[in-house]
């Protein structure tokens, strides 16, 4: 694993909700020294409950710069004040007066010496090069130009264009993005989520009552469950399909909701949670007899890989999920449906004869967080040798 150099990451708030780049970046320390900047979201908002919220949130975080949780050691986070992104050039010109201010002033207070920029998302694309880097990692974890309730696609495809020039390495989640994200200057190296196999291999063997949580202990019967943000990813129809076919069956779905699920909630079978934490997760996924990941098809769903899918296998429960790309690489170890009716088929024959939990984990070999961050670390230390970037001082952390 590198040591001793200083990194500067543009991604989603550290501390709000678990992703790759937090799962990654958790390994680089205490190593190495990270200053993290909480960005802005890459849509004009709307006059909707989730965006309300979430303006609140951002300007919370700018008045009060103390981080909700705990830091690691060697992390550093900031919330510069940033207007969401808008196609005026006034505010993206405001934006890089702030953002480029806060980092100057932190790198200053950590001495911050020839730092990495890592970038997970678009906009980085204008503080990229004025940051004193030695280097530039554009790491693409989805294509935030189709992104559901995306209004800026060309904005954001122009921003990404302009990053992938900047970049000096290079990565993607999947291979679609893989063959999209291209500078022509080197390979675009795939690199898959991850998976905290420990934490979620909990979730496997009997479980008491007294040991579930409440809202799921009085269920009887199967339960056919599902985490994660609720959006225009899920197919609708698919699930109350599901939940027509098989009354005696619960379909819970656990997570922030961003769409109506009026069509669901008129079935007695259908429970919906709001997001539990992280830490919780595999003491819900343990009352799931059947992890559903019920996408519909798309261009977005296509490019994506899902991040829960390596967590379901962990554990151990069946898997049942809709054709897409990135899914499609375990065949065999998770069932693929691509219609309702083949859904309740495929969920029906792992309720009567469920797969070994074995068979899923053996996938999962060599797919641990602390493998893609090894996988990563290596490709950062070969482009810093290309690039003939200096070596950091002896002695440094």
Request: glycine content about 6%; charged content about 20%.
């Amino acid at each position: 694993m590198i040591k001793g150099r200083d990194f500067i990451v543009f991604s989603d708030d550290w501390g709000r909700h678990p992703f790759s780049c937090q799962h990654i970046m958790r390994h680089f320390l205490p190593g190495n020294r990270i200053l993290w900047v909480n960005t802005i979201g890459m849509r004009l908002p709307r006059l909707c409950l989730y965006d309300v919220k979430r303006a609140f949130e951002k300007v919370r975080s700018w008045a009060d710069p103390a981080p909700p949780v705990a830091l690691p050691l060697g992390l550093r986070v900031i919330s510069p004040v940033m207007v969401p992104l808008s196609p005026l050039a006034s505010v993206r010109a405001f934006n890089r007066r702030s953002v480029l201010g806060a980092v100057a002033r932190a790198s200053r207070d950590l001495d911050l010496r020839d730092p990495i920029l890592l970038a997970t998302v678009p906009n980085a694309a204008d503080y990229a090069g004025l940051c004193g880097e030695s280097l530039v990692v554009y790491y693409c974890v989805d294509e935030f130009s189709v992104w559901p309730g995306m209004n800026l696609p060309e904005m954001v495809r122009e921003l990404e264009a302009d990053l992938l020039r900047k970049a000096d390495l290079v990565m993607a989640v999947s291979d679609e993005l893989v063959a999209r994200k291209s500078n022509g200057r080197g390979p675009t190296h795939l690199l898959t989520h991850g998976v905290d196999f420990e934490h979620f291999s909990a979730a496997i063997g009997p479980v008491s009552a007294a040991g579930l949580p409440e809202a799921l202990r009085w269920l009887e019967g199967p339960v056919i469950g599902f985490y994660g943000l609720i959006d225009s990813h899920l197919d609708i129809d698919l699930l109350a399909d599901l939940l027509a076919a098989r009354p005696h069956w619960n379909v819970v779905l656990i997570g922030t909701r961003r769409i109506p699920l009026d069509a669901l909630e008129r079935f007695p079978n259908f429970l919906w949670l709001p997001a539990v934490p992280y830490g919780e997760l595999p003491r819900y996924a343990a009352r799931f007899d059947v992890a559903v990941i019920p996408y519909v098809v798309n261009e977005h769903t296509c490019t994506a890989n899902p991040l829960k899918l390596r967590e379901y296998l962990a554990t151990g429960k069946p898997v049942v999920a809709t054709p897409m790309t990135e899914v499609l690489r375990f065949d065999g170890v998770v069932r693929i449906a691509a219609s309702s009716d083949a859904f309740v088929a495929a969920i029906e024959d792992e309720l009567r004869s469920p797969t070994p939990a074995a068979s899923r984990w053996e996938v999962l070999e060599g797919e641990t967080w602390k493998d893609k961050a090894e996988l990563v670390s290596c490709w950062i230390e070969e482009a810093l040798a290309a690039s003939g970037a200096p070596r950091p001082l002896e002695g440094t952390t």
